[in-house]
Structure formats: structure tokens, C-alpha cells
């Protein structure tokens, strides 16, 4: 069964403390994984979508990075602003996959404090 | 990117009754997506609903639970129906645009 499992479950930065936040995949043909960001009592928000392994792709503070098996998402000199909970999913390219069926991970929950 | 919204926001509803979630998307789109995030856990697909067609339901999901209409190409409705306190979540509406996939605000159910 594919599963997506995303670690740590809780990070707590320091304003300025760069780090990543990890996102392992097992699935039986990957067709693109994708990042998103929630904040409380909001709907995920697109980041980024990845879709081969050694694609990076940037935004801001934000790097996510691919490989065979998992995906970085690498914050550098957040801000508290950056506080929200990022989310991992994956859509498999078997099963007559559908575009748009997703399997999430449970998310990260970053705290940047000044 | 997509704009989507949803209505209502939020509702509190009794045991037993029915709410219809609407789902308003600001371009054309062949599919939209209902999911559900209950508390702590991760986002779950409920259907697919395609304009002209019955919607597909993932396992654990049932057409007499959650019907859902989609007249348009840019609206659709998710109905709960019989509600019991284990449908307290986020109902989220989604769409694919440009290969991106994008969500709705989300509407939090609580169930009484």
C-alpha cells in the first residue's frame, strides 16, 4: 500500500535557524509529489510540485529537492511568518490514476519564534 | 492558479441531518476533488466528481453518505448526510489546473 510519511510531526526554529523537513514515499510509480502549506483553519496552499528525482525548485525561503525515495523541503532563515503546517503528498502513475487523487503525509507543524 | 470557494465556512449540525457544501471554482475545470481532513489526521479523497457523469468514490466512501452533484463546470456540491459525530472534519473541494492542484478554504463541520 503507498504510504507517505513526513517527519518531524513538530519543529520549532528560531528566527534565522535554517532546516529541512523530511517527506518518505513508497509507491509504486511516482508521478509528481507535491508540497503545500496549511495554515489554521485554512485549505493547503500550492508550493511546489516535483516530478523527477533531482528536480529542485525554490520559492522564496524554500527549497523542496526529490530523490527516488523522499523529499527535502529546506527552509533557510525563516521568519515567523513561515509558521504553518507543510504538508507532503504524492500521486502514484499506476492504478489508472487519476489526476488529482493525492496521498498525503500528516504534515509538519513549524514554529518560528523570534 | 485557481480560485475556489466554499460554503459555509463552518457549521455546527445535529445527529442525523444532512449539509450540503458548495464548492465555487473561478475557471472551467473537467474534475474537481472532495476531501476530507479529520482531526490530526492527514487529507483523505473522498470522490471524483466529473461535469456529465456520476462522481467515483474511494474505498470507505458510499454515494447514499456523501452525494455530490456537478451541473457545471465550475461548481459542485458534497452532501453529509445522516450525520454522526465521526463526520466532524474539513471538507475540502480541489481542483487540477495546468497539472497543479489547487484547494478550497476548506468548510469545518462539527457534529452534535
Known amino acids: 500500500e503507498d504510504q507517505v510519511t513526513q517527519s518531524p510531526e513538530a519543529l520549532r526554529l528560531q528566527e534565522g535557524e535554517s532546516s529541512s523537513l523530511n517527506c518518505s514515499y513508497t509507491?509504486?510509480?511516482?508521478?509528481?509529489l507535491f508540497w503545500y502549506r496549511q495554515d489554521p483553519g485554512k485549505g493547503p496552499e500550492f508550493l511546489f510540485t516535483l516530478y523527477s528525482a533531482g528536480e529542485e525548485k525554490e520559492k522564496e525561503r524554500l527549497k523542496a529537492t526529490l530523490t527516488k525515495k523522499e523529499s527535502f523541503l529546506h527552509i533557510t532563515a525563516p521568519k515567523p511568518e513561515d509558521s504553518a503546517t507543510y504538508l507532503c503528498a504524492v500521486q502514484a502513475a499506476d492504478r489508472g490514476s487519476t489526476l488529482g487523487r493525492l496521498y498525503f503525509g500528516r504534515g509538519t507543524q513549524l514554529t518560528v519564534w523570534p | 492558479s485557481a480560485v475556489i470557494s466554499q460554503k459555509p465556512s463552518r457549521d455546527i449540525c445535529q445527529r442525523g441531518t444532512s449539509l450540503t457544501i458548495q464548492c465555487q471554482v473561478d475557471?472551467?475545470?473537467?474534475?474537481m476533488f472532495w476531501y476530507r481532513q479529520q482531526p490530526g489526521q492527514s487529507l483523505t479523497l473522498i470522490a471524483t466528481?466529473?461535469?456529465?457523469?456520476?462522481?467515483?468514490?474511494e474505498s470507505g466512501f458510499v454515494i447514499d453518505k456523501f452525494p455530490i452533484s456537478r451541473p457545471n463546470l465550475t461548481f459542485s456540491t458534497l452532501t453529509v448526510s445522516n450525520m454522526s459525530p465521526e463526520d466532524s472534519s474539513i471538507y475540502l473541494c480541489?481542483?487540477?489546473?495546468?497539472?497543479?492542484?489547487?484547494f478550497g478554504p476548506g468548510t469545518r463541520l462539527t457534529v452534535t
Open positions: 509507491v509504486s510509480g511516482l508521478r509528481g
Open positions: 466528481a466529473n461535469q456529465g457523469s456520476e462522481a467515483t468514490y
Open positions: 475557471s472551467q475545470v473537467t474534475m
Open positions: 480541489s481542483v487540477v489546473l495546468a497539472y497543479e492542484q489547487y
